[in-house]
């Protein structure tokens, strides 16, 4: 998945932070459409981006996913205020290849 690739390296093999923050930095989040499949939960004490991915998506890795369907969200932090209404988007595969789609033409 383009979000996770590892692959900027320096020339001596080891990972060069400062490229790979600028990359990172560079990548823009898909503006996800809303749809009827969407799942929409309260937050309760404790609940984490990377926590509620696990359970809907089986894959904490895809927290940004839920991010991006809510650009209310403090992007600083993984941890959920308790009380929120969060969309969780379904089809987190669509996401994905919009993401890519995006980032990829650039």
Partial sequence: MGRYDNNILSSTGSLDTINKRRYYESLLDPTIPVDITDIYVMT???DRLDSLAWNYYADA?????????????????????????????????YVISLFQDQNTTR
């Avoid at 927290?63 to 988007?89: C, H």
Wanted: avoid cysteine; aromatic fraction near 12%.
């Fill in 61 to 93: 890795t895809l927290w940004w996913i839920i991010s991006a369907a809510n650009p209310d969200l403090r992007k600083d932090s993984l941890y959920l205020q308790p009380g929120m209404q969060i969309r969780i988007p379904a089809d987190y595969q």
């Fill in 44 to 46: 309760t004490v404790g």
